[in-house]
């Protein structure tokens, strides 16, 4: 609407006074010239001036103003002028500015009219152009462009997104007629849909509305194509008019979100996962058949909080109660497995289900929903599982039953044996033949202990019981009482033993005992598979802040790809090169194990078949060589040089040939012994007699070594020796518990048992 211009008639009263007295003053200065002549005339000029930029009302009352001072100043008694003609001329005078002040009013009111209709105009021009604005802003977030069609010219006109939609630009590129569109902005198959529907349109009146593909710029996109048609004054259909829609995010939406329930629904049917939606609080319940089979209902079912419920196993339904609460309260996901009960044949299901609540902007829980899911099938083979661990577990304890009897047994009978060779084969009085026989009866009974070792050992490997006993050690004293220790066997096939010590740190912590076994298979390998007339080469050296022991022999080597297998267990090396050699095959398997529960590593090289092999140990953590001076573990087989004085000893065995021979070796040492075969003689013997020592074998016929040794300590203050054919470290702890001051593993030197005596002797 124009804004209504605002009138103002006294506005210019000012000016209109101001100009009709200039013009009186004008023409008191022109009297001189004119005389008592047409003293209105130019009074007239001003009143006309007034009317034209005054309103009426301002120019009357100036015209009467200048009226009267004019009168005044040339009608006046002595003016000299004719009265008569004075009132006529003021008359006519008066009467055309009148005249002048309508014309100038109806002037003033013709321009208002024209300023409102301009204004009028512009506003109703400002607001189209506005309403053009806003159109096209909404088509371009909309994406939709408008379009008309002249039948009669056949001219099709669009708006500038309907150009931007087909990659055109307004200001330089023509719109094409509809037939050129062909090819151009529609594929052949769709332009003839869309030529269909316009040409029904234009016969029949009416509209259409398309889905279709387009080409912009070259690009494939989607459209939604409407049109009508439009109607002359007769009905007649004289164009159409439409709009073309971009809708190819829309598509490509609907593209995404169909693949995504086409996946949805995939992983719903393979993995049989239901889903259930609930309004809060909780009233009839919405599942989908596959919850519903889940809880063995029928497609059809109407379900209630009440039912779901009732299906439920009764044991499970308090805690699932709790859980859904919890959810609810907290806002914490619900996570739940519980068991479903088919009504008829009592048969159950395992289900999960996981959900979690919707809640409205003031915190109320609106809503409850979520997802089951089978998992009977995994519960079945859980509980599998767990039974199959068990019968393992069960398996496992039965065979680590059997080796340790299976051991003790093994080990029992080779106790006299080896301690009758080990006293006899430096006995001066036997011929150097026949204590050539011991020695070699000596150390093949060590090597069967050996082997029985390396079997406990590799059980501790596989089940991951293997531990170590860390103390500061000398890795080159270690090294050189072990080629001590297998000279015999080198010297039997002429082989040299070069010991090329050169590290300057060879001190760490680790379990000695367990690093020179680990040397002892090494050296032990490179004698055994080497020819007669060899050398065997260890060498030390430093490696940064590891030590590096390298084992070298000249013997048969290794075929290439072995490095690796070599140190699993019962492999032999190169067999196709050598007649199986003695042994299981165990000892770089445990040697590798050590290695590595001391943070170090083990590895073997060749050149090839016939050219030997080197075994490389690096460990990490050494010290300076002066820094440390170890001797050598126990178990090195060297009797004590400390004097023992004579002792009351009670030995116990049940194994008749060993409790002679550990008695008559007893003996010889100057020692009072007493031995027994059971618990019971035992017992009766210290009851009977006073003893400074007991020496007891852990599985008798009446009873354990255990048991009569926490009897004896109880009762008489004994302290004891366990020695046994069970070498377990529970064996070993086990005994320490008792009250035995060592635990000794058959076939034992007598050496050991001299040193074990010695600690009892001198109290440790």
């Known amino acids: ?47 006309a001036v007034a009317a034209r930029f005054c309103r009426w009302q301002a120019a009357l009352v100036a015209s009467l103003t200048g009226f009267v001072v004019t009168a005044l100043l040339y009608v006046s008694a002595d003016s000299g002028i004719d009265h008569g003609r004075a009132s006529l001329s003021m008359i006519f005078a008066g009467s055309v500015a009148v005249i002048i002040i309508i014309l100038g009013e109806r002037f003033h009111r013709w321009r208002d009219k024209l300023e409102a209709e301009l ?60 037939k050129d569109q062909r090819g151009v902005f529609y594929p052949e198959e769709v332009w003839v849909r869309l030529n269909e529907a316009v040409q029904n349109a234009v016969k029949t009146g009416t509209g259409y509305q398309l889905e279709i593909e387009a080409f912009c710029a070259g690009k494939k996109i989607w459209v939604t194509a409407r049109g009508e048609a439009v109607k002359g004054d007769h009905g007649r259909v004289i164009g159409l008019r439409g709009t073309v829609q971009d809708i190819t995010e829309y598509k490509r939406a609907e593209e995404a979100l169909h ?16 889903y259930w939606f609930c309004d809060l609080p909780f009233d009839e319940l919405e599942w989908d058949t596959v919850v519903k089979e889940h809880f063995w209902l029928p497609a059809d079912a109407r379900v209630n909080i009440d039912l779901f419920y009732s299906i439920m196993h009764p044991d499970d339904r308090e805690r699932v109660r709790v859980s859904i609460e919890h959810s609810i309260a907290h806002k914490t996901r619900y996570d739940v497995e519980y068991r479903t009960v088919s009504p008829k044949r009592g048969e159950v299901k395992w289900i999960r289900a996981v959900g979690r609540t919707f809640y409205a902007e003031d915190g109320t829980a609106i809503r409850f929903d979520g997802a089951t899911f089978d998992i009977t099938a995994s519960k079945k083979a859980e509980a599998s599982l767990k039974e199959s661990e068990a019968a393992a577990r069960t398996a496992s304890a039965a065979k680590d039953a059997f080796i340790a009897q299976l051991s003790h047994e093994l080990r029992t009978p080779l106790t006299p044996v080896l301690m009758t060779a080990a006293e006899l084969k430096d006995d001066p009085t036997l011929p150097p033949e026949v204590r050539q026989q011991l020695r070699m009866i000596e150390r093949n009974i060590s090597l069967e202990a050996r082997l029985i070792d390396d079997l406990l050992d590799i059980t ?69 598979f080497s020819p007669a007339g060899r050398r065997i080469q260890v060498r030390t050296s430093d490696n940064h802040d590891e030590l590096c022991i390298e084992v070298e022999d000249e013997g048969i080597g290794l075929e290439p790809g072995m490095e690796a297998s070599i140190f699993e267990p019962f492999e032999q090396g190169p067999i196709s090169l050598e007649p199986r050699s003695p042994g299981l095959g165990l000892g770089l398997a445990i040697a590798k194990a050590v290695i590595t529960l001391h943070g170090g590593c083990i590895s073997a090289s060749s050149a090839g078949p ?61 020692h009072s012994v007493v031995g027994v075969g059971t618990k019971a003689d035992a017992v009766a013997q210290a009851g009977e007699a006073e003893f400074d020592a007991v020496l007891s074998d852990l599985g008798l016929p009446d009873g354990t070594g255990h048991e009569l040794m926490d009897l004896l300590r109880e009762r008489h203050g004994l302290r004891g020796i366990a020695f046994s054919g069970f070498g377990t470290e529970l064996d070993m702890q086990n005994s320490l518990k008792a009250g035995f001051v060592a635990h000794l593993i058959k076939p034992a030197q007598f050496s050991e048992i001299r040193r074990a005596l010695q600690l009892i002797h001198t109290g440790a």
Request: charged fraction near 25%.
């Open 1 to 47: 609407m124009p804004r209504p211009r605002v009138h103002a008639p006294w506005k210019f009263l000012g000016v209109a006074l101001f100009v009709v007295l200039a013009s009186v003053v004008i023409r008191v200065l022109l009297h001189p010239w004119l005389g008592g002549r047409l003293p209105f005339l130019i009074l007239l000029a001003g009143v």
């Open 119 to 178: 204004e009028e105009r512009r506003e109703r021009e400002h607001s189209l152009m506005e309403q053009a604005r806003l159109l096209r802003e909404a088509q371009h977030l909309s994406h939709i462009g408008s379009w008309d069609w002249d039948a009669s010219t056949d001219v099709t006109r669009g708006s500038d997104e309907l150009y931007r939609i087909y990659g055109l630009d307004p200001a330089r590129d023509p719109m094409p007629a509809f």
């Open 610 to 670: 016939g050219k030997g092999a080197r075994f490389t140990v690096v460990l990490s953590g050494v010290v300076q060589s002066a820094a440390l001076s170890e001797a050598p573990p126990e178990d090195l087989g060297q009797p004590s040089s400390d004097g023992l004085i004579a002792m009351r000893l009670l030995v116990v065995e049940d194994h008749d040939p060993t409790l002679q021979v550990l008695c008559r070796l007893l003996k010889r040492e100057g």
């Open 259 to 274: 693949l995504s329930t086409q996946r949805t629904e995939l992983v719903k049917d393979v993995a049989e996962v239901g």
């Open 460 to 528: 501790r490997i596989t089940r991951g019981k293997l531990s170590l006993r860390s103390e500061p050690c000398d890795v080159h004293s270690l090294l050189r009482h072990v080629a001590e220790m297998v000279r015999d066997e080198a010297r039997e096939k002429r082989i040299e033993i070069c010991l090329d010590l050169r590290a300057s740190k060879a001190c760490l912590a680790g379990d000695p005992t367990r690093l020179q076994q680990v040397f002892w298979n090494l050296l032990l390998n490179g004698i055994k």
